[in-house]
């Protein structure tokens, strides 16, 4: 009888094996391909007296291996290295039926092996089978779902960060249902994702900084020259129930845009998506391009959306991907600020106060009075 202890370092080697005094069962994962075996090996690591049972594919029942095949001389770890000619030499000579392999075991690994479906994700398993990673899942290609092993913790995902998706799909015990409950979301954020698709190809997104990722739930682009809408969806389940448009510039050309706007959402047209509506209400036939990709000369605004450093830190982007978007409200000065530089500068000044959460003060150049909501701007 094998001591307690001495199947460590197998267990180690093959975590998808489970011990119970000399048998042992599960599934292991060699040069890419996953064997379901069942063996008792008395004389641990010896094979004398050892049996052993090989799950063939497309077979219900275990097949067991012939003595004969047990090269004299080989422990339990020769034979695992061994297990592809194994199942390959009998599954030749096997009867193989039709019948759906069925998984009765418990044990994770088993379900994992059951669980692969390359026609629907990429499943993969780190070397130490300690992470679980479905990926490109068919027709939402950027999701994927990360998750460590024994334990099902989600390491990683795809979905927005605005909503707690760990604590909801982690009330899944076991990984089928999990994977099941996280394609039933992504079904349901159609709506949301189709929103920005748009967007994100037809906009000039200065915000968050691009590549933009599937976690986000909201964009700043351009609506014309110092001017940016930032459209937020708050609830990925009900994107426009909880959508909220915010236009950013400076005062006077916000004002009346705002108006336009108010009046344009009382007509929302729910056959279109956010984008098309947002071009009906602005009355536009385009949003601005980014530069260089040959839009802009159509509309003989060939500098609309020329990069304009801060005239605070005298750069473009920052580190975060923010981009200068507050603007003086100066129509003689027009010159451009972060709101992280602006709200420093604010900070600095005597006479420069905050009220319901807009902050006030001057332009660093010019002086003229500036007002601004910094908790909007840099809420992301
Ligand atoms: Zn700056
Ligand atoms: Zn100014």
Known sequence: MAEPGEWDNFLLRYPGIIVSGSKARGTVKLNGKWYRLKVVCPHF?????ARLELLLPQQVKFTKIKKEDLKAGWTLYDLMEHLP??????????NLSAKSLEITDSNIYSEIAALY???DYQ????????????????GYERHYLQVALPTLQITAHSLPDCVPWEEQLQKYENLTAMVQQFRNYLQHLRAFYGNFADIDELCYVVQPKPPVSTKHNWRLFVLRERVFIKLVLSDPFAP????????????????????????????????????KNL??????????MPPGSGWMEVDGEVNSTEQKFCNICYSYQLEEGEIPIVSCDNPQCTLVYHAACLKEWFNTLTDGMDFLSVSFGTCPFCKTKLSTSFSELLAN
């Open 45 to 49: 690591p010896k094979l004398e007296e």
């Open 85 to 94: 000619q194994l199942q390959h030499k009998y599954s030749d000579t096997a």
């Open 117 to 119: 479906a390359p026609q």
């Open 123 to 138: 499943l993969e398993l780190n070397d130490a089978c300690s992470l679980l990673r479905f990926s490109k899942f068919a």
């Open 240 to 275: 426009i129930g909880s959508m909220s448009v915010q236009i950013i510039g400076p005062t006077q050309a916000v004002e009346e845009l705002r108006r336009t706007l108010s009046d344009g959402l009382s007509e929302w047209d729910v056959e279109l998506d956010i984008h």
């Open 279 to 288: 071009l009906r209400i602005f009355d536009i036939c385009y949003f601005p």
